[in-house]
């Protein structure tokens, strides 16, 4: 777009036989060049408006969005600026406990209905040696989905380990909330027991200790006293 404005330096009307004379474009291409009318100039439209105000209009967006997603903005955007500790550990605190809301869900409405129905189906097809009349036994899956990293990971843990004294948590609820398995975490030590005992001589024969240095009390020439290190 651009506008024809009316030159200062030119005094009266435009210069022509009659003011029809004077043409003005209506329609422009790439490419294409026209002659200005005399007496009037081309002054061109180049808003700066969208440059001016576009960092603000699309960080306002990825508020909104993120408020319907239920997650925290800096996630989304993956902008941490002006912010710190606690605010950030707040909204990822917020979004973690939305995104557990939905793994439930999908928990109960998915998985769980297909895998009674699945396992029913597997007692009954002859192609396993367990019995249906146990199936109430073998339908109680333990689901472990994903988990999320601490945010301070020895505040949390000092606060785990006060519940688990109180006797408000076990042991077993905090290492599923870390996507662990409590028989796993168990059989990995009793397999580390094992490779202790196999290794027992190395472990209880460290290598020779280096004797220190000894100092040797000596008297130069003069008379003096010098140390001497003596290995």
Same mark, same amino acid.
């Given at each position: ?33 026209? &002659?200005?009318?005399? +007496?009037?100039?081309? &002054?061109?439209?180049? *808003? ?6 576009? +960092? ?11 408020? +319907? ?43 769980? *209905? ?13 192609? #396993? ?10 339908? #109680? ?27 408000? &948590?076990? *042991?077993? #609820? ?37 004797? *220190? ?19």
């Amino acid at each position: 777009m651009l506008f024809y404005e009316k030159d200062s330096a030119q005094n009266g009307e435009p210069l022509g036989d009659t003011e029809d004379d004077t043409q003005f474009l209506s329609e422009v291409s790439p490419g294409k060049a026209e &002659k200005v009318p005399e +007496g009037y100039r081309v &002054k061109p439209y180049d *808003p700066t408006h969208p440059n001016a105000s576009y +960092g603000g209009y699309i960080q306002s967006c990825l508020r909104e969005i993120a408020g +319907g997603l239920d997650v925290s903005y800096n996630s989304l955007s993956s902008d941490l600026t002006s912010v710190s500790f606690s605010s950030i550990r707040s909204g990822s605190l917020e979004e973690r406990d939305g995104w557990r809301n939905e793994q439930r869900q999908l928990i109960e409405q998915l998985c769980e *209905p297909v895998f009674e129905t699945w396992l029913e189906m597997f007692l009954m097809s002859g192609l #396993s040696f367990l019995p249906l009349s146990k199936y109430e036994k073998f339908n #109680s899956p333990a689901w472990m989905p994903r988990s999320f990293q601490w945010v301070d990971p020895r505040a949390d843990a000092d606060a785990n380990i006060a519940l688990i004294h109180q006797k408000l &948590k076990t *042991p077993q #609820s905090v290492i599923a909330e870390q996507g662990g398995d409590p028989e796993d975490i168990l059989a990995a030590f009793e397999k580390w027991d094992m490779l202790l005992a196999k290794h027992k001589q190395v472990i209880n024969n460290p290598s020779k200790k280096v004797e *220190p240095k000894k100092e040797e009390i000596t008297k130069d020439e003069n008379g003096k006293d010098e140390n001497k290190n003596v290995i």
